[in-house]
């Protein structure tokens, strides 16, 4: 065998190791979750390792997968049946024993993989090189290992396989598999989005592709498999982010230019998008109080420091960048946009309660919505947060509510009869006093919020409704007494 071509070399190996049985999956989370008890459910799967840390913030979820109970909170449609499902039959089981991973026919990691400082575009890997060395001091000849977690391009083939490789003394190629798959995931449709949503596999060679391709196409139901490479397939992630999150702030500038016009952004987009036919295309999203979750937040930066990368690499003239001198990426302009919504919807709060004839400083608001997502407990990287600090340093009283958030799993945000606000499930708690009710999430239970009952808990003559999410009827909260604001909403500021 040591006369083979790697390719070659690689496909006596997985030949010799057979189908895939046995599946490990690190990182239990919203993606290693459902990732894992599709695969578990696989007919011929014989078990599915969940490996998830025993640590203090997360160690909690091993006992709870292992009986069957999801620590995802908020709809997420068939998920705990299904793992109850596993777990029963015995296909699925968590554990912090990462020496299981030798047991594996396929390992994905699905971790985080933030920035601390966007600005420097050095993303934190901590996590994702720690799994990797799990993985490559348990590689063994034949095995396939995934990347799922959304990376800068060119980590599959640089950085992972580097590790992969020194940890194991094993060549990525030509002993074991290596590919990038990345996860294409929304919050509240999870188990939905893996089955039907297309999916994107990229390995460093044709041999690994085609074995990540095994892996995938079993848990596809009207999904295709897309194969590419793996640095294809990491720009592919990146940019399908990066460009919704573009068209989130082409959405949040043209609000903001309708309130500065005094027009209504609703009307205007009403009309933009009647507008159809052959070779019309038109994509304008909704405005809101901001962008949050794992994703969108960070992804255009892995895209540009992928093309910081490949630059440094020293390309080819031909193959360098071009683009116009001087200016900054619209990606990135674009995130700005997205991340100033926050700050706008205080001055939108700060301007409202001067036409009830109160100061921001001293005034308490309730935050309606700490999870960036409707009907979900996620709260990565919610809008809300920078707002609360705000709002708080302004010298607000900051109450928060969300239907879905346990304030014990948020030890950021102080108690709900702190001075200074907190986080609170009880939605009269929050509302009681509140000079200002302020909505960033469009949860359910916010839609159905009743104007004269707001205003009895409020206890203020003229509360202030600042709406993020454009869930409530401005002409019902004004009739009933509220000063109104929202977010392109021109014609009631």
Not at 381 to 408: C, I, L, M, Q
Request: charged share 20%; glycine share 10%; with cysteine.
């Amino acid at each position: 065998m040591t006369d083979q071509h790697p390719e070659n070399h690689l496909a006596t190996r997985i030949t010799e190791r057979g189908p895939i049985r046995t599946i490990g999956v690190i990182g239990m989370g919203y993606v290693g979750i459902p990732a894992a008890v599709l695969f578990a459910d696989i007919p011929g799967i014989t078990h599915v390792y969940g490996f998830q840390r025993d640590s203090k913030t997360s160690g909690y979820k091993i006992a709870m997968l292992n009986r069957g109970e999801s620590p995802l909170k908020g709809e997420e449609p068939g998920l705990e049946p299904l793992l109850r499902k596993v777990v029963d039959a015995g296909t699925f089981s968590c554990t912090p024993d990462f020496s299981k991973i030798a047991d594996c026919d396929a390992v994905c990691l699905a971790i985080q993989t933030p920035f601390l400082d966007p600005a420097d575009l050095l993303p934190d890997f901590t996590p994702l090189i720690d799994g990797l060395r799990h993985v490559g001091r348990n590689l063994r000849p034949g095995m396939l290992v995934v990347l799922e977690s959304t990376i800068t391009p060119g980590t599959t083939a640089g950085m992972a396989r580097e590790i992969l490789e020194e940890e194991s003394g094993l060549v990525a190629g030509r002993d074991f598999a290596l590919a990038h798959a990345p996860e294409r995931v929304m919050v509240g449709r999870l188990l939905r989005n893996i089955r039907e949503h297309d999916r994107i596999v990229g390995g460093i060679d044709p041999v690994s592709t085609a074995r990540a391709v095994e892996l995938y196409t079993p848990v596809l139901t009207t999904g295709r498999v897309i194969p590419m490479t793996a640095t294809a397939a990491e720009v592919t992630k990146t940019a399908e982010n990066t460009f919704r999150d573009l068209q989130i702030a082409a959405a949040n500038q043209l609000a903001l230019y309708c309130e500065a016009m005094g027009v209504n952004f609703y009307d205007v987009r009403a009309g933009i998008d009647s507008l159809k036919g052959e070779g019309i295309t038109r994509a304008i999203l909704w405005p809101g109080a901001g962008v949050g979750g794992h994703c969108l937040t960070k992804d255009t930066y892995h895209l540009e420091r992928g093309v910081q990368l490949a630059a440094e690499a020293g390309m080819s003239a031909e193959a360098a960048l071009d683009y116009p001198e001087g200016r900054p990426s619209l990606y990135t302009l674009a995130r700005d946009i997205n991340d100033f919504m926050p700050a706008h919807m205080l001055h939108l709060t700060e301007a409202a309660l001067a036409e009830a004839g109160k100061a921001l400083s001293g005034a308490t608001i309730a935050l309606l919505g700490w999870a960036f997502i409707n009907d979900s407990d996620d709260a990565r990287n919610s809008p809300s947060e920078p707002y609360f600090k705000a709002a708080t340093a302004a010298g607000a009283a900051v109450r928060v509510h969300d239907p879905w958030v346990d304030p014990a799993t948020s030890p950021d945000l102080p108690s709900p009869d702190q001075p200074d606000g907190g986080l609170t499930m009880d939605l009269e708690q929050a509302l009681a006093g509140a000079d200002a009710v302020v909505i960033f999430t469009g949860h359910a239970a916010y839609r159905g919020l009743v104007p004269e009952d707001v205003k009895r808990l409020s206890g203020c003559e003229q509360p202030v409704i600042v709406d993020g999410r454009n869930v409530v009827e401005p002409e019902e909260w004004v009739t009933a007494g509220f000063v109104y604001k929202g977010v392109g909403r021109g014609e009631w500021n």
